[in-house]
């Protein structure tokens, strides 16, 4: 039997507050289910929780004595979502990372890892160079890391976004005989399903703190999809304003249109102008892929026009933002640089190459000003302004670029409350204008807010297509988008 307790844990990044007092006490026994939006605390808790960083305040005991997770890092062992491991190494030295002073023959480590390679698969590739691995085998590996740490704590960060079904239940196996064994056996996921199927309990993280923890007849899918949005009810003006669209006879059509590396396939659907198109699924079902791949960001086969019969130009007429502003903005420039970025000749530069200054300065005010960015000027340096006036200055250098498609991932992300209600307005009045906007987005309420259509994708296909407006309430949608990704 192992326990860890916290009491009050606190931790802020200046104004931001991560976590705000959390409680919780963890048990060996069953597998327990972490839940909660992007921002509400869970990945700071996982990282304050395995000793990679420190809480301003708070309490922790270890089977009822007084502990700290700095003082005994082994204690904790965390299989990241994005594998952390070493690209240049072969499988087997990637799993013998961090044991390198152990004896083998003493401790029987060397039976030991051969027992890892074996239960995860990785036998045939053992002597490979993980770079030349595939994703899913990147991730095995930093699962058989964790195993060979024989911690007494296992967080499990998504784990199985990249896995195959049989993959994945061998996952969920082990760490289900981890709890039984006396092991801490944490999953943290979005999949609402596996949550659900595999944990005694799940606790469910709103801003900071534990707002709910679930178990027996109340853990339920519809249950946890709807305390992941309380709190985030869309304001009055957003749900009456935001579902007017301008559909147009013109729309985009995809016929067959496969990932070239198998992330979804043979998708037929037509994206209507004027309309805000959402895409949701976890990690692994192909929508952040798909999304990327009709602005050309993700190899994809297929067809791909107009209904007109015009074939989408994809370096003329489309534009795309990743869920990384770094991506795309640049921080050693000015506010009005990177909005004029995109552009090129005749608009930014003459044909003898010289820049069209002047022009160049009205566009990056005129854009300041239509997109409601906070800025001292078109000379201020980007860095100085906040991440939600940062991720709308990368939404108006897309869209003075002028494209017809405009495809976004996670559109708000780190972007506070105020900020996403200016960019929420912004995507309805670019489909408005007859543009085709396509986002990926992680969170209901974002759908809810911004979008005119949900498209649901699970294992690579699109399993549900609703109209946001059929929902008197985010709740609801909330429960209707679960229910599709798990019946699937």
Wanted: with cysteine; charged share 20%; aromatic share 4%.
């Amino acid at each position: 039997m192992t326990e860890i307790n916290a009491e009050g844990v606190r931790l802020a990044f200046g104004r931001t507050i991560a976590l705000a007092g959390l409680d919780v006490t963890l048990s060996s026994g069953e597998v327990i289910g972490i839940a909660g939006p992007n921002g509400a605390g869970k990945s700071t808790f996982t990282r304050v929780l395995a000793g990679e960083a420190r809480a301003d305040a708070g309490i922790f005991s270890l089977d009822g004595q007084p502990w700290t997770p700095q003082s005994d890092m082994k204690t904790v062992a965390v299989v990241h979502q994005e594998p952390q491991v070493w690209p240049n190494l072969t499988v087997v030295k990637n799993l013998l990372v961090g044991q390198e002073g152990k004896r083998r023959g003493k401790e029987g480590q060397g039976d030991r890892v051969g027992d890892v390679l074996e239960s995860l698969g990785l036998v045939d590739v053992a002597t490979t160079q993980l770079d030349l691995c595939s994703f899913a085998t990147r991730q095995r590996v930093e699962i058989g890391r964790a195993m060979l740490r024989q911690a007494r704590c296992y967080i499990f960060d998504e784990p199985n976004s990249a896995l195959t079904d049989e993959e994945s239940e061998a996952l969920f196996a082990f760490m289900q005989s981890l709890a039984a064994e006396g092991h801490i056996a944490i999953l943290i996921s979005h999949r609402l399903g596996d949550l659900v199927d595999q944990c005694g309990v799940v606790h469910v993280i709103r801003d900071g703190i534990v707002a709910k923890s679930l178990r027996g007849s109340s853990l339920t899918e519809a249950n946890i999809a709807s305390e992941l949005v309380k709190g985030s009810e869309p304001s009055a003006a957003v749900t009456s304003d935001s579902r007017s669209e301008v559909v147009t006879q013109n729309s985009l059509r995809i016929r067959q249109w496969s990932s070239e590396s198998d992330e979804f396939r043979s998708i037929d659907l037509d994206l209507i102008q004027g309309q805000v198109t959402a895409v949701v699924g976890v990690e692994g079902s192909g929508g952040r892929e798909f999304v990327a791949s009709v602005a050309g960001y993700h190899p994809a086969r297929g067809d791909i026009a107009w209904d007109v019969g015009q074939l989408l130009n994809v370096v003329k007429s489309t534009a795309f933002l990743p869920a990384d502003r770094k991506g795309i903005l640049f921080g050693n420039m000015s506010v009005g640089d990177n909005i004029v970025s995109r552009l090129g000749s005749p608009r930014l530069s003459r044909k003898s190459g010289v820049l069209r200054l002047r022009e160049s300065q009205t566009i990056a005010e005129q854009s300041i000003a239509a997109f409601g960015v906070k800025t001292e000027g078109p000379k201020q340096l980007l860095t100085a302004l906040s991440g939600g006036n940062q991720q709308k200055v990368a939404i108006a250098s897309a869209l003075t670029y002028g494209p017809s498609v405009l495809a976004i991932e996670e559109p708000t992300r780190g972007v506070d409350v105020g900020s996403k209600r200016d960019i929420y307005a912004t995507l309805q009045q670019a489909a408005r204008s007859g543009m085709v906007v396509l986002l990926f987005c992680t969170e209901i309420p974002e759908v809810y807010e911004a979008a005119h259509r949900v498209l649901v994708m699970d294992r690579g296909a699109v399993v549900k297509d609703l109209k946001v407006s059929d929902f008197d309430e985010v709740t609801a949608l909330a429960q209707s988008v679960a229910l599709a990704e798990h019946t699937a």
